[in-house]
């Protein structure tokens, strides 16, 4: 893994609030991103410590996809926390949301990465199909990075809501399904997911 | 209406609505574009949750385990059959008549198991336009479209594998009625790992079985 050149910030991941399973909530969320919003503001070292902590696993999940290669996914989250500590101080959050801002640097750096995969045409009759690819690579990446910033949405709502969701969209149980299992009636079920599926598509519409 | 909307409009999202709730609705969607909106939007939000890679749910934490249930398990959404038997036999006359060699519109398509493709409008094209798509087993594939626009006389979509624009294999031909929706369950004619994007293209049948150019829903194919 390459090393980050940020003086005296974290440099190591913290435990993840989600990784024990509890999803974090909307305010704690809203918290971490107004804490990273002043460092960013004044290039403090340790946004990249705070990025790593609310986002590296939505990101570092993303990159290995995307780029299918867990060496090459670690680089690259090392770029993008140091791109966007650099970058930090430009940041308008009244134009895009932190994760959409982050998603784009992965997203960019990610297919750098890919671009350099693909050999250069020697014979030009392969021009136009590499060009072709190129666009293939961008679609991919843009798709992928799309779904993790659907990822991290998810694990933002409240864990009933998110739990729902999953067992519909994961599981593939029907909502008769889930209320049988979980006890919840099956009317409070419809109407929890119907403002599960709401509220993502209102922090989806916020962020882009 | 006698439910509660929220209700009705999860079931429809989720495609757990009866076929005359689902007729009624739909006849209010066309004629509200407000709700139409709201519709889309949750219908989009569902798409992507049905394409999230098994590694990112488990953000949410470890995979939960099932409880085995007495009731059988309602088909998603997409592979909900959406268009009546004369519809579809309607289709398929048409279809054979016009000569194209097609994929079977089926009333209830296999179970599909494998990894979901969603192929969004290309620029240019209207962006509600939606396709998913969905390896299942034994080498098919099942493909719901929605919104798209109908078929005109000598008109139909084709659904390709493609790598580029030379390298390419057309795998079934469908039109669309006024609903916009499809659905098919395909047998592929070669492994769709080898394709890097899966192409709907708008094809005339008087101008033979090449690609048109005329694509209006691509996805890449994730490794």
Known sequence: ?208 | MSREPDEQIGDYVLGELDEQERSRLEQRLREDPVLRGRVEGLEEIGSLLESLPGEAWEILGPRPARAPVKARRAAPAWLRMRLRVGLVAAALALLLGAGIGIGVLIERPGSPSGPTVVLRALAGRPSSDLAVARMASGGRMVLSVKRLPPTGPGGFYELWLMNSVHDLVAVASFRVGADGQAELDVPLPVSASRYRYLDISLQQSSAGPAHSGDSVLRAPIAA
């Open chain 1, 1 to 208: 893994m390459s090393t980050l050149a940020i003086p005296a910030g974290p440099r190591s991941a913290p435990a993840l609030r989600q990784a024990d399973g509890v999803p974090s909530r909307p305010s704690a969320a809203g918290r971490d991103d107004r804490r990273l919003l002043r460092q960013l503001a004044r290039c403090d070292p340790a946004a990249a410590g705070t990025i790593q902590s609310s986002y590296g696993r939505i990101l570092l999940g993303y990159l290995r996809q995307v780029l299918d290669d867990g060496g090459a996914a670690e680089d690259v989250l090392q770029q993008v926390l140091l791109e966007a500590w650099q970058r930090g101080p430009d940041f308008d959050p009244a134009r895009a949301s932190v994760l959409t801002w982050l998603m784009t640097i992965a997203r960019s750096r990610a297919i750098d990465v890919l671009r350099r995969r693909v050999p250069e045409p020697r014979d030009p009759a392969l021009a136009t199909a590499l060009l072709d690819r190129e666009g293939a690579v961008e679609d991919h990446a843009g798709a992928l990075a799309e779904r993790w910033q659907m990822a991290h949405l998810l694990s933002t709502l409240a864990p009933d809501q998110a739990g729902l969701l999953r067992m519909r969209f994961q599981l593939g149980m029907s909502q008769s399904e889930i209320a049988e299992q979980t006890g919840i009636p099956l009317g409070t079920v419809k109407t929890r997911m119907v403002r599960a599926l709401e509220q993502l598509r209102g922090m989806m519409e916020e962020g882009r």
